[in-house]
């Protein structure tokens, strides 16, 4: 027999395990309650506590697996399939270690029995020492076992004692635990209280009622204090006491700064102090001697605000720290509670304030509100009113329901006298206008005139009130008034003033509302007096107007029925209106003119005749160095019409140009009556030369007495008549030479002429008359003055004329001189020179004598004929006053002009110019 233990066991495993099986299993029947065996009990209770026989039958497959492991050397699997052996046990006996061993003795008697069951052992030697081996091994690893199963069952059970006495332990514990709770659930519910109490009020005494009460009752000590500190005097003052040796009142405190004190120390620190052995003299009256004290801080949000005390003979209570916890969270609680309590009534402090300050805000808005009301329908007044006594009447009567007072009013500045005047009386229209105050004068006067508001108290204190006579109600003496000056654009209006019966009435508030207002209303009373005086010069423009259309269509009428025909035209020449009659006159619609330029229309009438009246000089320059107004005229044909022109400027005051008129005349029976008169006389003056030379001629016959002697009488007679005829003739030649003239029949002998020579013979022919009357006479005539370019019988009558009138009209003794010089154009006067030729070189002639002289206004007329001014001379002079008449439209013939310039009693300067030859 060679075989390892392991496989003999693998081997038999069956058998072997089947035999075990059964042999337990009899066993377990035989343990009968008859039954002796411990081992027949054991396997009773093994049998009991596996459950299951297959689960029985698995543990045992399994410890037999790890016994064939075992003999392997592999005694892991053996090992544990025991523990698990062990772990099955719900609760380890101390039968528990003889029941496996039994288990596994069966198996060794079961395998034993095997081993024998083949008889004896085998009687070869190597096989008996096999078997042997065999059985030897075997044992050996049912020892194994069984000691194995041994230790694991005191392991277990060292397990088992070490955890009884933990649970001991654990028990023990949890019972001190318990106590502790006990006490900490009290001191919870304790604290519980005090904050429910503390969290229902809002009292500070009661809150300290509340914790105090409840600390003293349930920390069962001699004596509990409350302190609080007061940052006024910077004590601790007790607040309230328990127990014993507390003093009375509150009257006791302690120096915060105290530096020995438990509480002061408590309440610097801010932490917990405890003291067992207190030495009494260090401490206040509050300590009761052979105490020890537990002092704990108020604190609340970082800040002590007190402490607890709390005195008692046994030190344990106090050092217990559950109990100073307790002590502890009370006072935090009551310290928080407090601090609310403070905070509240801070809080509700703040409410009662505010609420006051609410209340005074809503009075002060509700008044505001009636200021601005006030001041809006001011404003809305002064701006939608322009009635100045309805805007008085109505702010008036606004501001003193605001301000709350039945007499006031507003006066106004009187423009002419600057007096301030009632305008606006409250409650009394009747007597407006009744009180006047002069500037400076009065309160009144006096806000006025400073421009500055006053608040008078009282009136019948202040310098400057004044005391109307007569008016007792309306001019109070007492009580208190109010006065603004109404200003606008710095000009003082008038002033507005309320009064009160009451002294002192009146405050800032109502200055500020009065001042406010004031200056709308003055604004408001300037744009009602503006608007009255616009309305006055708007009245007065609309009759000025309405004047000026009555004038501008009479003026229009008057032109439209005017018989000249009339156009005029702007500065620029643009026709502005024309009358009816131009139509007629020109043949022209006045739609038509109106849409030319008079320049333009003028053009085209008189074609290159448009210069003698040129529009565009005229334009240019209106009026002549006198300042009085130029004016050209002609005449030109038309349709066989003769029609003159007439252009002059339309000035306004200032002189400066609107335009021009140009006035148009249908002239044609004027020049046709012209003609014929001309006519008329040429004929008549002709008919009167022939039997006038016969006159002459005659009576000059018989002056010579050539016909008979004629005595001194006879022959003064004759004389006279032939000095008659000779004037007659004289002004017969002359209005023949006139009537030439006009009917341009005058034939002219142009030719080259020495003025010298002609001037000479004039001297000539006036020599007797000069030497007669004694004039002294100078002639002077440059040598080289150049020829003349005339006729030289008409320009002798010329010479003649004027030498003749400075010699007629100088009294006798007078100077007269003759002087000639060669010219240009510019020493002719400005107003003469149209139709000369500027570059044509003349000859000037100044005929001056120192005679009776013309006035202004009679040096243009006495070129018109018959026309003679009134002189000392003028009847011994004689005279027809044809002589100028005819040498102004002679030198004009020749080409020349005329002028005079002359000084009544001072003597007479007659110039003219004749073209040089
Ligand atoms: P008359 O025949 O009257 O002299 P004139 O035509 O020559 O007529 O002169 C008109 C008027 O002019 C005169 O009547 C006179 O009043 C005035 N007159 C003319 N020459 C002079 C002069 N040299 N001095 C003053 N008056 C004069």
């Excluded at 209106?577 to 006045?590: H, K």
């Excluded at 004929?683 to 001629?697: A, C, D, F, Q």
């Amino acid at each position: 027999m060679n075989t390892s233990l392991a496989h003999w066991l693998t081997d038999n495993r069956d058998t072997l395990l089947l035999r075990w099986m059964a042999l337990l299993h009899d066993y377990t029947r035989a343990a009968s309650p008859n039954g002796n065996g411990a081992v027949a009990n054991g396997a009773a209770d093994l049998d009991d506590q596996i459950v299951h026989p297959d689960e029985q039958s698995i543990l045992l497959d399994s410890i037999y697996d790890g016994l064939i492991c075992a003999a392997d050397q592999n005694y892991e699997p053996l090992n544990e399939c025991l523990r698990l052996l062990r772990a099955l046990r719900l609760h380890p006996g101390e039968d528990e270690l003889p029941q496996q061993l039994a288990l596994i003795s069966y198996l060794r008697r079961t395998a034993w029995a095997l081993l024998f069951e083949d008889g004896p052992p085998p009687r070869a030697k190597r096989d008996s020492q096999e078997w042997r081996r065999l059985l030897d091994e075997l044992d050996l690893l049912l020892e194994y076992t069984s000691v194995t199963m041994a230790e694991q069952w005191i392991a277990a059970a060292e397990v088992v004692q070490r955890e009884l006495h933990e649970t001991k332990l654990l028990v023990e514990s949890l019972y001190h635990d318990a106590e502790a709770t006990d006490r900490t659930t009290l001191q919870v519910s304790n604290l519980n209280q005090i904050a429910q109490g503390l969290s229902a009020s809002m009292d500070r005494a009661q809150q300290l009622e509340i914790v105090g009460e409840k600390l003293n009752q349930a920390l069962e000590i001699a004596s509990l204090s409350i302190w609080l500190f007061d940052s006024n005097t910077r004590d601790l003052v007790l607040a309230r006491g328990w127990g014993a040796s507390i003093p009375p009142d509150d009257s006791v405190r302690v120096a915060a700064e105290q530096p020995d004190d438990l509480i002061a120390r408590a309440f610097r620190l801010g932490t917990i102090v405890l003291e067992v052995e207190v030495d009494p003299a260090l401490q206040g009256a509050w300590y009761a001697p052979g105490c020890a004290v537990l002092a704990t801080p108020l604190v609340a949000q970082r800040q002590v605000t007190g402490v607890i005390v709390v005195q008692d003979p046994s030190p344990h209570g106090l050092q217990d720290r559950s109990q100073q916890d307790f002590v502890k969270s009370a006072a935090s609680q009551a310290a928080i509670a407090l601090e609310n309590a403070r905070l509240y009534d801070e809080v509700r402090g703040f409410n009662s304030v505010l609420e006051q300050r609410i209340a005074e805000r809503t009075r002060e808005l509700q008044l505001e509100r009636d200021t601005l009301e006030t001041l809006h329908d001011i404003a809305l007044e002064t701006t939608s009113t322009l009635d100045r006594d309805a805007l008085l009447e109505s702010s008036l009567g606004a501001l003193a329901k605001l301000v709350g007072v039945e007499h006031g009013s507003i006066m106004l500045v009187e423009a002419e006298t600057e007096h301030l005047i009632d305008c606006a009386v409250l409650g009394r229209k009747e007597t407006v206008g009744y009180t006047r105050f002069a500037m400076g004068q009065g309160i009144v006067g006096w806000v006025a005139q400073h421009k500055k508001p006053a608040v008078v108290p009282d009136i019948s204190k202040d310098p400057r009130w004044i005391e109307l006579p007569r008016d007792e109600e309306r001019h109070k003496t007492i009580g208190s008034m109010i006065a603004v000056p109404l200003i606008a654009h710095h000009q003082t209006m008038g002033v507005l003033l309320l009064s009160h019966d009451d002294v002192g009435y009146f405050n800032e508030d109502h200055l500020r509302l009065l001042s406010a207002s004031a200056g709308q209303i003055a604004i408001g009373i300037n744009n009602a007096q503006l608007y009255a005086e616009l309305e006055k010069e708007l009245h007065h423009r609309s009759e000025m107007f309405q004047r000026q259309q009555t004038e501008a269509i009479q003026s229009q009428a008057i032109l439209q029925s005017l018989s000249d025909g009339v156009i005029v035209c702007g500065d620029d020449g643009s026709v502005l209106t024309a009358n009816l009659a131009v139509e007629r006159i020109l043949e022209r619609s006045i739609e038509e003119l109106v849409i030319w330029n008079l320049p333009e229309l003028l053009r085209r009438l008189l074609g290159r005749r448009a210069d003698e009246v040129p529009i565009d000089e005229l334009l240019a320059r209106p009026t002549d160095e006198r300042h009085a107004p130029r004016t050209f005229s002609t005449t030109f044909e038309m349709s066989m019409r003769m029609i003159s022109v007439t252009l002059g400027p339309v000035l306004n005051s200032k002189e400066s140009l609107l335009g021009v008129v140009a006035v148009f005349r249908d002239i044609t029976r004027e020049v046709e009556s012209d003609r014929l008169k001309t006519e008329f006389i040429g004929t008549v003056s002709h008919e009167l030369r022939t039997p006038m030379t016969s006159i002459k001629g005659f009576t000059q016959l018989l002056a010579m007495g050539s016909l008979g002697p004629v005595n001194d009488t006879q022959k003064e007679f004759l004389e006279i008549i032939q000095t008659n005829a000779e004037r007659m003739i004289t002004i017969i030649n002359d209005l023949l030479d006139i009537t030439k003239i006009e009917t341009g029949s005058v034939e002219l002998d142009m030719r080259p002429l020495h003025l010298a020579e002609s001037l000479s013979n004039v001297m000539m022919e006036l020599q007797l008359n000069i030497r007669a009357r004694e004039h002294a006479l100078s002639i002077s005539i440059p040598p080289g003055l150049p020829l003349v370019r005339a006729d030289a019988r008409r320009l002798n009558q010329i010479l003649v004329n004027l030498l003749s009138n400075a010699v007629k009209y100088t009294p006798p003794g007078g100077k007269i001189s003759l002087e000639a010089r060669e010219v240009g154009i510019d020493a002719v006067p400005e107003a003469l020179r149209e139709g000369l030729k500027p570059a044509m070189r003349y000859a000037l002639v100044e005929v001056r004598d120192t005679g009776v002289g013309v006035a202004p206004e009679e040096l243009e007329r006495i070129f018109e004929r018959f026309y003679r001014t009134e002189n000392p001379l003028k009847v011994e002079a004689g005279g027809t006053g044809l002589g100028l008449a005819l040498v102004r439209p002679l030198i004009q013939l020749l080409g020349g002009r005329i002028w005079v310039e002359s000084t009544l009693a001072e003597g007479s300067t007659f110039s003219f110019v004749v073209p040089a030859a």
